[in-house]
């Protein structure tokens, strides 16, 4: 395939991969095809065009001083580089860069867990550590703390916490950029910054202070391309002894916006955990006279055909992290202000348990209701088991959801804000004529991160795996972020090729935030070497490049 | 008679050689095997392992699509099979297949995808 990075001769490409070797060993630089393979994106939805961003080759260090060479020489020969860390990251891109032909630095092998401490609750890892090594290590040394884990939890702390990732747990976890704690990063020239702590050579605190002193440039390293992250520390929620949870039920649709509420003010007291909501009508889709209504958002039908179902119109199950005695308490006290609040509520007592729950706990959920949670993830318990979702089903055995691709907006966390996104997503969808799903008055938010709202749009802007239906889907999504953006809908994370689009949404003020970061990225990248494009922030160098892949 | 000694002792020379030679064998195969075990564990059974998925589901999300996939001609389970040489296993995992992705020589080396080839080759006489 030899594809080359843009602006760089053969003869250069040569002997620069050359003096790669002489730094990480010739078994660590990777140029053949067949090595390249695993750096493409298994999802991506330009898959085998001309444009496929495609790594020139990669480079596997094993060490900070290598990281620092392969930068250096990067700027020498003017090489585009993209790092990951574990390169999953799958529905964004997986690890595939921004530019065709830049050169993969495959951190994996720097995979050191290099400090985790249970009665400070921190830890300390290399950008190669998987959710699942993190997991392992705590238990193998019988330390009592928790990961907050994504799903699935292949993915590293670092990768997913700098694409601005979530998990499951308790509110301050479960935001994983927040919940950083110090890092390391080698810098566009090859210097090594610490943030935070990490910046008084002679400080105990790296992992337990993280803004230092003057302004933090941590943010700089979450989703951009301002250097290369060597090391991260994180916040740790110590194991608790108990956990338990339970169901809240309400009857009309409109109670939602008190729910949302009363979950609201015990998610910001800190006494629960994620909050999981979803739908109590999903059942009378398959009634056409029902269906016709939740999409028509008639809420007196919906209420009335509920009430006659004898099924409530919302549900949110809540949990709990303690002892006995207070996750006991925090229940009972949800349980008195959602009846202060909404008329006709109705609970139903999950399951008590206390910490570390068993796995056939966690695999067989014997709450008296149907429970919507993901058992292992509230846990902190990372897997694969969610990979489900794009695999073959008995339904279709030959169902392979290539187009996988996550978009999801930040809406108000109101029940008023998530009415209106309902409504406006399907107003959006049914214009920009979705061929798939589109959402109604059932749709429901994910309360991941704990101050605000995501709902997931655009899932019905694919219809097939061929390269002409991903190129429409491609472009029905470009529309829909147009659209989502002029009503207020940002979205928090995007692969590749539609990062300058949702950098787009960020228009205030004729875009300074992404021109602010550009004059960073000029300064501080002059050769415009680390990741140019990620989160549309294009440096001088490659700024032709900006908004190429809309060009088909 | 003298060449006849030497004889006898050449071959027995030569066959302490062989034992010693197959033992090592032996040796080499149960560290690999024990070696593939680990990996395997560590990188595969999280989506190809046995028994209930970690969410509770009847099957992990690998083993479930290859039992769609194979029916009752084949073992579901990958430490079920006998047929999963290493040229086999590098193909999938270099290439990936279906919602597989393909995995990198950083995460899974050559050599540790035969250290699970041999693990494979005895995990299904437990």
């Known amino acids: ?552 | 008679m003298k060449i006849k000694m030497n004889k006898l002792i050449r071959r027995a020379f030569m066959g302490l050689i062989l034992i010693a030679s197959s033992q090592i064998a032996i040796a080499q195969d149960s560290e690999a095997v024990a070696r593939g075990k680990a990996k395997f564990d560590h990188s595969c059974a999280p989506c190809h392992g046995k028994g209930a998925g970690d969410d509770g589901r009847e099957m992990l999300p690998g083993t479930y699509s290859l039992k769609i996939k194979y029916g009752d001609t084949m073992p579901a389970a990958l430490e079920d099979r006998t047929d999963l040489t290493s040229e086999v296993i590098s193909v999938f995992v270099r290439m990936g297949a279906w919602s597989m992705p393909p995995f990198r020589k950083t995460e899974l080396s050559d050599k540790e995808i035969d250290d699970i080839a041999a693990y494979l080759a005895v995990s299904s006489r437990k």
């Open chain 1, 1 to 552: 395939m030899a594809i080359l990075p843009p602006g760089v001769s053969q003869q250069q490409f040569d002997t620069a991969i050359n003096r790669l070797k002489s730094v990480v060993g010739d078994e660590w630089v990777f140029t053949s095809d067949a090595d390249i393979h695993a750096y493409r994106d298994h999802f991506s939805y330009i898959k085998d065009q001309p444009n496929e961003l495609i790594p020139c080759a990669a480079v596997g260090p094993d060490s900070v001083e290598q990281v620092q060479a392969i930068v250096r020489i990067a700027n020498e020969f003017q090489i585009p580089l993209y790092s990951i860390s574990t390169g999953k990251n799958f529905a964004y891109g997986g690890p595939s860069p921004n530019v065709r032909g830049s050169l993969t630095v495959d951190l994996k092998r720097m995979d050191r867990v290099l400090e985790v401490d249970d009665k400070r609750n921190f830890a300390l890892v290399e950008p190669g550590v998987s959710y699942i090594d993190l997991y392992n290590y705590i238990q193998e040394h019988g330390l009592k703390v928790w990961v907050d884990t994504p799903d699935p939890g292949w993915g590293s702390p670092i990768g997913n916490a700098l694409d601005h990732g979530i998990g499951y747990t308790l509110g301050p976890y479960r935001d994983h950029f927040s919940a950083h704690c110090g890092m390391e990063v080698v810098l566009p020239d090859g210097e090594i910054l610490r943030t935070g702590m990490g910046a008084m050579p002679t400080s105990d605190s790296w992992q337990e202070y993280k803004h230092g002193f003057g302004p933090d440039p941590a943010g700089l390293f979450g989703q951009g391309n301002f250097g290369i992250v060597t090391k991260m520390g994180f916040r740790l929620m110590p194991q608790p002894e108990h956990w338990r949870n339970g169901l809240v039920t309400v009857p009309r649709r409109q109670d939602f916006i008190a729910m949302v509420d009363t979950v609201n003010y015990l998610t910001d007291l800190g006494m629960i955990g994620e909050p999981w909501y979803s739908g109590g009508l999903q059942a009378l889709m398959t009634n056409t006279e029902f269906a016709k209504a939740a999409n028509a958002f008639n809420e007196e039908e919906m209420d009335r055909q509920a009430i006659a179902a004898g099924l409530p119109s919302w549900r949110v199950e809540l949990q709990f992290y303690g002892s006995e005695g207070t996750t006991l308490a925090n229940w009972e006290y949800a349980k008195e202000l959602m009846a202060r609040n909404i008329p006709g509520v109705q609970f139903t007592d999950g399951e008590s348990l206390p910490v570390p729950l068993t796995d056939e706990q966690i695999q067989k959920s014997s709450t008296p209701y149907e429970s919507a949670m993901r058992r292992n993830i509230t846990q902190g318990r990372p897997g694969l088991g969610i990979w489900y979702m794009t695999g073959r089903t008995d339904f279709d055995p030959n169902a392979w959801n290539e187009t996988h691709i996550g978009l999801f907006s930040l809406v108000g966390r109101s029940g008023e804000a998530v009415f209106k996104a309902q409504r406006d997503f399907a107003d959006i969808s049914r214009r920009l004529e979705m061929p798939g799903f589109f959402p109604n008055a059932l749709a429901v938010p994910v309360n991941w991160y704990q101050n605000s709202f995501l709902m997931g749009n655009g899932f019905g802007a694919a219809k097939g795996n061929s390269p002409q239906q991903k190129k429409d889907a491609t472009k029905l999504l470009r529309r829909l972020l147009e659209e989502n953006a002029k009503l207020g809908y940002g979205d928090y994370r995007a692969p590749p090729i539609l990062q300058d689009d949702v950098a787009d949404q960020y228009s205030f003020n004729n875009n300074i935030l992404r021109r602010f970061n550009e004059k960073l990225k000029n300064a501080i990248d002059p050769n415009g070497i680390i990741s140019p494009g990620r989160a549309g922030i294009w440096p001088e160098a490659y700024a032709d490049l900006r908004g190429s892949l809309r060009e088909d």
